[in-house]
């Protein structure tokens, strides 16, 4: 079992920034993919960004590229989401997500563990 705590949500103007974490605890393994997501009212879940066990891979979605970056930090199982140039499109409720093994993928039904989500809201 894995527990999934993410943090940083809030509320800003367009053009702000803001980072969110999310920190692992429990039997993560040591090879696993993590991942963000979004979902705003009446949408469905969109993946968001991915990033590989190591780190040295990542991918995005393309609404978020060049405006998002993802990280981690395997000493303390904790990855981020550095969010740029926010833009009122950007609102929704983001969660990380956990998906055992190295290939990372943005397909949420790939991913098998789930934090609670942090609220992120941008304003025009």
């Known amino acids: 079992q894995v527990q999934l705590v993410e943090s940083g949500g809030g509320s800003v103007q367009a053009g702000g920034s803001l980072r969110l974490s999310c920190a692992a605890s429990g039997g993560t393994g040591s090879s696993y993919c993590m991942g963000w997501f979004r979902q705003s009212p009446g949408k469905e879940r969109e993946g968001v960004a991915t990033?590989?066990?190591?780190?040295?891979?990542?991918s995005y979605a393309g609404s978020v590229k060049g405006r998002f970056t993802i990280s981690r930090d395997n000493a303390n199982n904790t990855i981020y989401l550095r969010m740029n140039s926010l833009e009122p499109d950007d609102t929704a409720t983001y969660y990380c997500a956990y998906k055992p093994g190295p290939l990372c993928v943005l397909d949420r039904s790939r991913y098998i563990y789930w934090g609670q989500g942090t609220q992120v809201t941008v304003s025009s």
């Open positions: 990033i590989s066990p190591g780190g040295g891979s990542t």
